[in-house]
Each structure stands twice: as C-alpha cells, then as structure tokens.
C-alpha cells in the first residue's frame, strides 16, 4: 500500500541554523501538507501547497519557513534560522484531490532545536 | 476560528467498548476524520465521516456525528491492549487555493486495561 516517507526520523540542530525536511507524498497525490505538533500540544496546520504554490498557510508559517517540490517527488519544508520553539514534530500528509481530500500522513521528523 | 475539543484521557478495561467524544465549532466542516497516534509515531487515519452523514460503522469502529450540536464521537468495540494510543479528531476545512486543512482537537488518550 503506498505510503508518505519522511526524512530524517529525528534531526538535532543548533539554534540559528537551517535545517530541511523532506517528505515524499504519495505518488498520484496533487496536494501537500506540513503540520507540527509540539510536544503535548495540538497538531497545527502550517501550509498546503498544489500546483507548485501555496494554497494556505497558517500565522505560525512566516519568512522564516518556505516549501518546495523540487522535483517530481519530493516535497521539502526548509526554516531558514531555527530557534528554540521550533522543537516539535513535523508531520507532511498528501491528498490525492479531485475531491478525494483524505490526508495520509508520514511518520514525521523529530526536530530538537538546542 | 476553528476549535476542536476532546476530553483528554479515557481507561477502559480489554473487551469493553470505548466512546471518545470530539466537539467542533465550524459547521461549514466537509469531513470530519479520526486518526490513531501510538508512542513515537505519526498519524494513522482511521476512519472519517462526511458531514452530511450520521453514522458510519467500520467493523469494530462506529462514528456518530451530530451536527446540530456540532458534536463527534468514536466508538471501538470490544477494545483491545493494542488500541492503546491517543485518538485525534479533526475537521477538514476547504483551503482558499485549493484542497483542504486539518484543524485537530487536543487528543484522546486511550489506556486499555486487562
């Protein structure tokens, strides 16, 4: 059964450094998702993106983060300068769309921002 | 905007059947989705409902929406050691580009006990 991989698993980073996560949604899936989940807290919507651009993207999603799909495959959410509050879960889920909207979600990346 | 809410811990003993219950405030909610989360690992989708129904049964997991009072429910029967883990309900909300997002309440934590 197809699935969303994530890479990494788990990703530790000093603070003010870039980091990227990548994800590979499901191959005939047309939309794209980053969600985060801090530690005992909700899983938050960041953005979705279809068609190349972004659909929407959240309040928590500012300059500092940005998406791209630089390739057939792959789906990548970059922040340019981590800070502390950044430590969380970061969850990609993809849709297939045509008015098929389930998201399946990876198994997410573990960010710890020290 | 959007809330989800849950109740954040319910025990149950093996055997038994499991209710967990999800209230929401947008009523413009498409579908409403049920995800299992075990330690560690990401979001499994379990089951969803569109908005315009009120029931859905999948084997072991019956979902009643109620949508006048804008309240979901999760029922596993015969609940096992291995439903152990925390159950999300989320809404999905059309996203202004297309596609849609997922606003998730804070988690129920499900502990089944022999």
């Known amino acids: 059964e197809p699935e969303v991989t994530q890479t990494p698993s788990h990703q530790v980073t000093q603070m003010g450094q870039e980091v990227i996560l990548r994800c590979v949604p499901i191959s005939n899936h047309l939309y794209f998702y980053w969600y985060r989940q801090i530690l005992g807290q909700k899983v938050e919507f960041l953005v979705s993106?279809?068609?190349?651009?972004?659909?929407?993207k959240s309040e928590i999603f500012d300059d500092q983060f940005s998406v791209e799909r630089p390739d057939g495959s792959n789906f990548t959410l970059k922040i340019r300068s981590t800070k502390l509050e950044d430590s969380a879960m970061y969850f990609c889920?993809?849709?297939?769309?045509?008015?098929?909207?389930?998201?399946?979600f990876g198994p997410g990346t573990r960010l710890l921002v020290l | 905007g959007e809330d989800v809410e849950q109740s954040l811990f319910l025990s149950v003993r093996e055997g038994d059947s499991s209710v967990i219950n999800c209230t929401y405030t947008?009523?413009?909610?498409?579908?409403l989705y049920w995800y299992k989360q075990e330690p560690g690992a990401g979001l499994q989708l379990l089951t969803y409902i569109f908005s315009n129904m009120d029931m859905k049964q999948d084997q072991r997991l019956t979902v009643l929406l109620n949508k006048k009072d804008k309240h979901l429910s999760l029922r596993i029967a015969d609940t096992q050691t291995g439903d152990s883990a925390i159950y999300f309900c989320?809404?999905?909300?059309?996203?202004?580009?297309?596609?849609?997002?997922?606003?998730f309440g804070t988690g129920t934590q499900l502990k089944v006990e022999l």
């Open positions: 993106f279809y068609n190349n651009e972004i659909s929407e």
């Open positions: 947008d009523s413009s909610s498409t579908y």
């Open positions: 989320a809404e999905s909300m059309k996203s202004r580009g297309g596609g849609n997002k997922l606003t």
């Open positions: 889920a993809s849709s297939e769309g045509r008015a098929r909207e389930t998201q399946y």
